[in-house]
């Protein structure tokens, strides 16, 4: 009979393998050899009565049981390594936290992350990644996600941390040459940035629950590609207040519509530590929560 810690071993050669993506590396990774992780995992599968990965003498692959297996187990090695960091350490607020945050934010965080949050926790380390990709945080190994906008994921712990408003936008130029709208009908005439996530499009909606469908002369899945795009004269863009509040106080982009608001959009923090969050996770979720406060509805 297995011992639990065997278990316990096999399992983290396992998540090595998975992660690393052969034997070998895996092997690097714990100081060991290939032929004990391979031994490792093959009692695990044993246990477990099922194949978690497709062998070749090229390639490592996880089968369906294989992904469905580590999409659980991983958050759970990882809240075991993070209960072993805090017991050995007087300070827990430190390690690694490694975090995706959506492009028409990052320079905006970044600069309260750098300015604010570093000083604040000299130990934890931070690794940012801008994507407005949504990232998948256990293959990836991200510990924190920032998602502007709805959440379908049901296999994240999520925090709604603020409630940003969105603006109409438009360049001067543009707006001289193809004239000021002023109704939600003159909007349907102009050209817009649009704002597409695979075969989406995302409509214009306003406070009030209506939405609008308005044809896209440039559609990106990037905001911050939204925002380059109306700064150089494309259309109308729908952006997040926030991430062109200089624009708009410089006058190099113009608000539409003032007096009929949009509605506002949820920017929520993601991660898969179930209900017991790393304290980095919080520290950083509860300082982004603080830094967009002035700004959130």
């Given at each position: 009979?297995?011992?639990?810690?065997?278990?316990?071993?096999?399992?983290?050669?396992?998540?090595?393998?998975?992660?690393?993506?052969?034997?070998?590396?895996?092997?690097?990774?714990?100081?060991?050899?290939?032929?004990?992780?391979?031994?490792?995992?093959?009692?695990?599968?044993?246990?477990?009565?099922?194949?978690?990965?497709?062998?070749?003498?090229?390639?490592?692959?996880?089968?369906?049981?294989?992904?469905?297996?580590?999409?659980?187990?991983?958050?759970?090695?990882?809240?075991?390594?993070?209960?072993?960091?805090?017991?050995?350490?007087?300070?827990?607020?430190?390690?690694?936290?490694?975090?995706?945050?959506?492009?028409?934010?990052?320079?905006?965080?970044?600069?309260?992350?750098?300015?604010?949050?570093?000083?604040?926790?000299?130990?934890?380390?931070?690794?940012?990644?801008?994507?407005?990709?949504?990232?998948?945080?256990?293959?990836?190994?991200?510990?924190?996600?920032?998602?502007?906008?709805?959440?379908?994921?049901?296999?994240?712990?999520?925090?709604?941390?603020?409630?940003?408003?969105?603006?109409?936008?438009?360049?001067?130029?543009?707006?001289?040459?193809?004239?000021?709208?002023?109704?939600?009908?003159?909007?349907?005439?102009?050209?817009?940035?649009?704002?597409?996530?695979?075969?989406?499009?995302?409509?214009?909606?306003?406070?009030?629950?209506?939405?609008?469908?308005?044809?896209?002369?440039?559609?990106?899945?990037?905001?911050?590609?939204?925002?380059?795009?109306?700064?150089?004269?494309?259309?109308?863009?729908?952006?997040?207040?926030?991430?062109?509040?200089?624009?708009?106080?410089?006058?190099?982009?113009?608000q539409l519509l003032p007096h009929d608001p949009l509605a506002a959009i949820?920017?929520?923090?993601?991660?898969?530590?179930?209900?017991?969050?790393?304290?980095?996770?919080?520290?950083?979720?509860?300082?982004?929560?603080?830094?967009?406060?002035?700004?959130?509805?």
């Amino acid at each position: 009979m297995s011992t639990g810690l065997e278990s316990i071993s096999g399992l983290h050669a396992f998540v090595r393998a998975a992660e690393a993506g052969s034997f070998s590396a895996a092997a690097r990774l714990a100081g060991t050899t290939p032929s004990a992780v391979s031994k490792s995992v093959e009692r695990l599968e044993q246990r477990l009565g099922v194949k978690l990965f497709l062998r070749s003498t090229r390639s490592l692959a996880l089968t369906v049981d294989g992904t469905a297996y580590y999409e659980r187990v991983a958050p759970l090695l990882r809240s075991l390594d993070e209960a072993s960091d805090v017991l050995s350490s007087d300070d827990p607020a430190r390690g690694l936290l490694r975090v995706s945050l959506p492009g028409v934010l990052g320079p905006t965080l970044v600069d309260h992350l750098t300015g604010g949050f570093i000083p604040r926790y000299p130990d934890i380390k931070l690794e940012i990644s801008i994507t407005d990709r949504h990232v998948d945080l256990v293959r990836e190994g991200f510990d924190v996600a920032l998602r502007v906008g709805a959440v379908e994921a049901a296999d994240w712990m999520v925090r709604r941390i603020a409630t940003l408003p969105l603006v109409l936008v438009a360049a001067p130029d543009w707006l001289d040459r193809a004239g000021y709208p002023s109704t939600r009908d003159d909007l349907l005439q102009a050209a817009h940035v649009r704002y597409r996530l695979g075969s989406h499009a995302y409509p214009i909606r306003f406070a009030d629950g209506t939405e609008l469908a308005i044809d896209g002369a440039f559609d990106t899945d990037s905001g911050q590609a939204m925002r380059t795009a109306a700064l150089a004269g494309v259309g109308i863009a729908q952006l997040l207040r926030l991430a062109v509040a200089d624009e708009l106080a410089a006058g190099r982009l113009v608000q539409l519509l003032p007096h009929d608001p949009l509605a506002a959009i949820p920017v929520q923090a993601l991660h898969a530590f179930g209900r017991l969050a790393p304290l980095r996770v919080r520290l950083f979720t509860d300082f982004l929560a603080e830094a967009l406060a002035p700004h959130s509805i």
